[in-house]
């Protein structure tokens, strides 16, 4: 009997050792991702850079305002099961992207004038969605009003 335990509590450390290892193992394979925030670019005013971001799951973007322009990000869509998210105006802005999926995003203050964006983490499986909601989102356009279809444009 006193075998039998310590057999099961070898197994238990193992167990133990081996979920430790995965778990170092897929945070160092994740990656940072830094997407600006900023006035002007060369795709145009008010615009975030990359406007389309392709990542893994458990990679962070890391959201970073250039100027004081008031800048922000927001989720717009989320597939199911993510988590959204909503940033301050000027800080910068950590987001960890945990399930597959098209993830679309603005910038609060603009908008209205198509400061958004597109990150796509793993497989497209929301796309229909995306394209729905970006349509949406994009009649209420000023100006930039191609600029989600551009960046939808690059999921594969």
């Not at 890391?62 to 940033?87: D, Y």
């Not at 609060?108 to 990150?119: E, N, P, S, T």
Request: proline share 3%; with cysteine.
């Amino acid at each position: 009997m006193n075998g039998t335990k310590i057999a099961a509590g070898e197994l238990g450390r193992r167990l133990c050792i081996a979920l430790v290892a995965v778990a170092a193992f897929q945070s160092a394979k994740a990656d940072e991702i830094r997407i600006k925030m900023l006035d002007t670019t060369a795709s145009g005013p008010l615009a975030f850079e990359p406007g389309f971001v392709k990542a893994k799951v458990g990679d962070t973007i890391i959201f970073e305002p250039m100027t004081k322009g008031g800048h922000s990000s927001v989720s717009l869509l989320v597939p199911a099961g993510a988590h959204a998210w909503s940033g301050a105006a000027d800080k910068e802005m950590r987001v960890t992207l945990d399930t597959d999926g098209i993830y679309l995003y603005a910038c609060v203050a603009h908008k209205m004038m198509g400061m958004v964006g597109v990150i796509q983490v793993g497989k497209p499986v929301n796309l229909e969605e995306a394209n729905r909601a970006a349509s949406m989102e994009s009649a209420k356009f000023v100006m930039n009003k191609d600029r989600f279809e551009k960046e939808l444009a690059q999921v594969k």
